[in-house]
């Protein structure tokens, strides 16, 4: 049974700061704050589509800082979503935050109604970057918030964004190791994406900011995936999802509507190229096909020009986006 999230999007009502990429209601795509009503007919929906119990769901808080916003009007969703884990028709609730909104009190609430996982939206592990980016907490925060998460037994999360201001591949890297550190069960690497209508506009727009370019942003995401799952982290995002308010707000920045699949495509060239030029059989599962041929066959042309010549086979007892070089 696959794992999927009812997704309900809380609108950046609850955070007390403006970070300098922070355009809500683009990335959302919503400005409406949901109602409890809104929560059951949106799980309702779901439920009613899983007839044949393809997938196993969890509700998921998402777009604000869940336990920043006013507390009944968080107890209300809460309480809304609860009786679904209760009869067990739902697995758990996921909500996202920020790290400086987590302490034991609040982790006792989430406790009661049901939140079994929680994902802090880390960004960056240096200082001097969270400052520069007028985040408004702390690298310590972030270890605070994740070792109190883990201690109550939630499942943690840790979201980061690369190519901040002020960042560079060498403290993005840190970041990931300090992640480690952390032993998340689950990454979201969100590639910096600059919004109209935010402080990272202007520094864009006066030159003080200039983003890494579609190519070096799907290498590092690439490296920084495999960094994670060599240390049995699952990375379950990269990149926005596709958004046409995305689209006609952003100016510039890491963003592709099928980011995820670029990196993976990229990842699977680094694999191949890891081993001397030559003939080479490769074997993959069938559903990953296109990730290793890359957009219009652009991986499989560039392995050719490296020296490789491949010699492609099927082998669904790998898992998707796994490949075996002989």
Known sequence: MRKSNISIFVPHIGCPHKCSFCNQNTITGQTKAPTPQDVVDTVETALKSNGDNKYEYEIAFFGGSFTAIDRDYMVSLLEAAYPYVKSGKVSGIRISTRPDFIDDEILSLLKK???????????????KVLAANMRGHTAEDVRTAAALIKKRDFNLGLQMMTDLYTSNRGLDFATAREFAKMKPKTVRIYPT????????AKLYESGKYKPSSLKKTVALCADLVE????????????????SSDIKNNMLAGGYHECLGEMVISKMMYNRIT????GEHQVFINEKSISKLLGNKKSNLAALEEAGYKLDIKYNN????????IV
Do not use: C, W
């Open 113 to 127: 109604y049901g939140v079994t996982s929680i994902e802090l939206g880390a960004q960056n592990m240096s200082d």
């Open 193 to 200: 994406v600059v919004l109209k209508d935010t402080y990272l």
């Open 227 to 242: 960094f994670f799952e060599s240390h049995d982290i699952e990375v379950i995002r990269v990149g926005l999802h596709s």
């Open 274 to 277: 890891a081993t001397p030029p």
């Open 317 to 324: 007892a790998l898992k998707p986006n796994e490949l075996r």
